[in-house]
């Protein structure tokens, strides 16, 4: 089995990434062929800084290795180094309707909040097609917004197939992430970059500390008890605690006595320690840059070797790479 995934690198992750997506990626990498990319060329369409990006994705690399990514297993690379998905791109924009764009959500959304509907916008799913189908990718775990994207690469790779009279391009199923409980930021509501509630993995002690401590609460007394299922506070702390400390915080919550301040500080003491390892080896890369980069460009020679083989079968379908005897 042949998992792939990509992840835009348009800013830090935060604990809604890691719980909602990048912790499950990372427990697939145990298949027989794991490709991961950062996507740096999906992430202009939104990012149109130079500096800005080249961080988002040295960040993005050293997050995901220190939270475990293990290059001896899943290939970790950088989208724009393995230039044969762009090429694959063009060949299926070829045989992609028009009105099979229009549809999607993602572009509809995005066109009704005010974005500028350039044709990157427009085409994304296309590459985000050519992503998945340059590796024969048997299972894309996506979230269940994502589940359409899966959809149109599905149509996409089947029109391809049905114009040119064969199974050049393997069809991927979405494995959907499962759907774990939403993970509130510092105002209550889901955490999210667009929000600008979110409380980032690899944040700095002192800051880190400081927006635990500014998350919102009700105005409930101390001296009163309080409802731990209602709480953000105690919703966040679930995630980083055992079912032990979980009943014992809850206990303190209906007891009375406890101020919210009691509870942000277990949760940042619960938070500190469940990164532990991932800060300590984030530091180990950030000193090695160089193992970082050979880390990319060992994955990107083993995407490319496989994208090559499947280009290369699309390519000798259209007739691009046909040679008289």
Not at 219 to 229: Q, R, V, Y
Not at 254 to 263: H, V
């Amino acid at each position: 089995m042949r998992v792939l995934s990509g992840i835009q690198p348009t800013g830090r992750f935060h604990w809604g990434n890691y719980f909602g997506a990048i912790q499950q990626y990372i427990a697939l990498q145990n298949n027989e062929q794991s490709f991961y990319f950062i996507a740096d060329l999906h992430a202009l369409t939104s990012v149109r800084d130079r500096k800005q990006l080249e961080d988002n994705v040295w960040d993005a690399a050293v997050d995901l290795l220190a939270l475990g990514l293990n290059p001896d297993q899943a290939a970790l690379f950088r989208q724009s180094d393995v230039p044969e998905v762009t090429e694959l791109m063009w060949l299926l924009m070829t045989v992609t309707q028009f009105s099979l764009l229009e549809k999607c959500h993602s572009y509809k959304d995005k066109v009704a909040k005010g974005i500028a509907a350039d044709a990157g916008l427009f085409t994304y799913p296309v590459l985000m097609a050519a992503d998945i189908l340059l590796y024969d990718s048997d299972i894309v775990p996506v979230g269940a917004d994502q589940i359409q994207h899966l959809e149109v690469t599905r149509d996409i790779a089947q029109r391809f197939n049905s114009i040119f009279g064969g199974e050049f391009l393997h069809l991927p199923n979405a494995r959907v992430l499962e759907e774990g409980a939403k993970v509130p930021g510092t105002d209550g509501e889901k955490m999210s970059k667009s929000y600008g509630n979110t409380l980032e993995i690899f944040e700095a002690e002192k800051p880190l500390r400081k927006k635990i401590m500014s998350i919102k609460t009700d105005s409930t007394p101390m001296e009163a008890p309080k409802n731990p299922d209602t709480c953000s506070i105690y919703t966040l702390f679930k995630l980083f605690s055992t079912l032990e400390q979980q009943a014992a915080l809850a206990d303190r919550y209906r007891a009375g006595g406890m101020g919210y301040g009691e509870a942000k500080q277990a949760l940042f003491e619960a938070a500190m320690s469940y990164f532990a390892d991932a800060r300590a080896k984030r530091a180990e890369l950030v000193a090695n840059p160089a193992y970082v980069e050979e880390v990319l460009q060992a994955g990107a020679k083993k995407a490319r070797a496989k994208g090559q083989q499947v280009l290369q079968r699309v390519q000798e379908a259209c007739g691009l790479k046909g040679r008289r005897a």
